[in-house]
């Protein structure tokens, strides 16, 4: 049974910092690309960060120089650091894992920034 699980989601003050975290089992991990997804109310989710299973990361615009992915196949971990954050990151947040035509979610952690 494939399972993500998240973690680290909760409310930050404007410009403060969080890492997410996601646990995955179930799958050889090492050989599947991560992202990080984000879901505001009212909101199209939306990628985030990718991390491919060669290590190479793209970023949306609006996190770039804020957020970092990094994944550990070895511990079949992937992880996001946020610093300056702002309103405007508040959502759930998901990890995601894919590889060909499998996809794989987690259940969403939630991310409030305050103002």
């Known amino acids: 049974q494939v399972q993500l699980v998240e973690s680290g989601g909760g409310l930050v003050q404007s410009g403060g910092s969080l890492r997410l975290s996601c646990a995955v089992s179930?799958?050889?991990?090492?050989?599947?690309?991560g992202a990080w997804y984000r879901q505001a109310p009212g909101k199209q989710r939306e990628l985030v960060a990718r991390i491919k299973s060669d290590g190479s990361t793209t970023y949306v615009d609006s996190v770039k120089g804020r957020f970092t992915v990094s994944r550990d196949n070895a511990k079949k971990t992937m992880s996001l650091q946020m610093n300056s954050l702002k309103s405007e990151d508040t959502a759930v947040y998901y990890c995601?894992?894919?590889?060909?035509?499998?996809?794989?979610w987690g259940q969403g952690t939630q991310v409030t920034v305050s103002s």
């Open positions: 995601n894992t894919e590889r060909l035509s499998l996809v794989y």
């Open positions: 179930g799958i050889t991990f090492r050989m599947y690309d």
